[in-house]
């Protein structure tokens, strides 16, 4: 028994370590944005003050692109079908090698790209995962990606546009957007997932956070720099 509570404890440090940001849906979402604020933050922001940082939930980053990686499946299915029928010729034929290339090279070719963009696709997105990181200071949005490693900042002052794209069940009755130019209201709600896409805008660049976990706080926290910083134009 003693082993199985050695097991418990280390399976539960190892959630709360791998899946920053992730807190418990029934707690009200000021306490889950206190929580994050008094947490070091994993990027570097200097002397500026921590508001938020998360990162995106492991399954749904790793299979945000499931249509396309189950699409190239399909074709690396059809292409080793290809090849096998098209060695199962040359061989009954006795013909030079070049000239059954359209039977045996081409669907060779097809099935490695195939599955880079399928199986290739989804193990790197995994791999990606391990270093994507969403921290935002009360000056500056950092976005961590890559592979290798690259840190983005966008400047909060050049933010315009913010938009909340809910996944699930209440994905098309809960989006929420808001912005200096295009506000059509306040937030939707993400439903019991909790998850969701936001889309920003900086001026002339554009990004969009993909899986994050709680999205809604995030949202609100973007909508309140957006509305503040209309009222100060305002004035």
Known sequence: ????????????????VCVLGRFTLDQPAQNRQSQVVQQQSVIDIGTEHLVWQGRPAPRCFTFRH????????????????WQWAGWVIYADSGQALWAMIPLVLLPLVLLLVAFCL???RVAR????????????????LRIQCGIPRRIICFDLAELSYVRLDPYGKDSK???????NEKSKGTQGGCGRSG???????FGSRRVALSCVEHAEDLFE???????????AGAD
């Open 195 to 201: 998850l969701g896409k936001i889309y920003l805008e």
């Open 118 to 120: 399928s199986v290739g």
């Open 66 to 81: 499931w249509g396309r990686s189950l699409f190239w499946l399909a074709v690396f299915a059809f292409a080793g079908v």
């Open 221 to 231: 926290l973007l909508r309140r720099h957006i509305d503040a910083g209309a009222d």
């Open 173 to 179: 009755k809960g989006a929420g957007e808001n912005g």
């Open 1 to 16: 028994m003693r082993g199985w509570h050695v097991v418990a404890r280390i399976a539960i440090s190892f959630e709360r």
């Open 125 to 140: 997105a995994r791999l990606e995962w391990e270093h994507v990181f969403y921290v935002l200071s009360a000056e500056n």
